[in-house]
């Protein structure tokens, strides 16, 4: 009877053998050691709600691609005799909760938190802006969640400088079209293109976009004085 044997392995190509297979058994391991609630936890550490261009209630939120954020909050109130409360927000999306500047007349800081389809804004001075006394309620020191109305393109907001600023068909500036917007509006930045913006504006019942000139708008940005 012919008995046949296993081929011999000297003890060096052995242990070489081991060594290449050990860090894939290593491995194995980590992965059973990961329970479901870890692999969990990754999973909604990458899914946390993030900021994005919109229009949160009274809020119009513009955040670029370098997560630069600019904000125009406006409300009115009443009918005939009017209440209005606006000011303006700019800040770094870092994280789902960041520091912002606010300010009008003054300026104030304040956070701002992005929650899934919504906003939460904190403004320990808020009802000190201009008009806001008598319009925001006064749980903005603590705090107030302002849900999402639209979502937007903007890459940031602009404020109109010029007593009129009429929209254009496109970056050419060749045919001008009949609406306008005045000094003091607020546009949101689509795009850029040589002397031109692409913006939208939200008018009382619709929304206006088109092309305006550089000139006759300014970017967004806080005063250095910051009231305590």
């Not at 052995?14 to 058994?25: A, D, I, Q």
């Amino acid at each position: 009877m012919e008995i046949t044997t296993s081929a011999y392995m000297p003890p060096t190509k052995y242990m070489e053998e081991f060594s290449l297979r050990l860090p894939y058994f290593f491995l194995t391991l980590v992965f059973l050691w990961l329970s479901p609630d870890a692999i969990g936890s990754v999973e909604k550490a990458t899914n946390l709600p993030r900021f994005e261009s919109g229009i949160f209630e009274g809020l119009m939120l513009a955040v670029d691609k370098n997560m630069n954020l600019t904000g125009y909050y406006r409300e009115i109130q009443g009918e005939g005799v009017t209440k209005t409360c606006s000011f303006y927000l700019a800040g770094k999306a870092s994280s789902s909760e960041i520091g912002i500047v606010t300010w009008n007349q003054e300026v104030m800081p304040g956070t701002l938190t992005a929650k899934a389809a919504s906003l939460k804004i904190k403004i320990e001075k808020g009802r000190e802006h201009p008009g806001c006394g008598l319009v925001l309620l006064p749980a903005i020191s603590t705090g107030i969640s302002l849900d999402e109305i639209e979502k937007a393109s903007w890459l940031e907001l602009q404020r109109i400088t010029s007593d009129r600023a009429y929209f254009f068909a496109d970056y050419m500036g060749i045919k001008k079209l009949k609406p306008y917007v005045i000094k003091g509006d607020v546009v949101g930045v689509l795009s850029k293109r040589g002397d031109f913006l692409e913006v939208e504006f939200l008018a009382k019942k619709r929304k206006i976009r088109g092309w305006i000139k550089t000139r006759d708008a300014e970017i967004l940005v806080p005063p250095l004085s910051i009231s305590r």
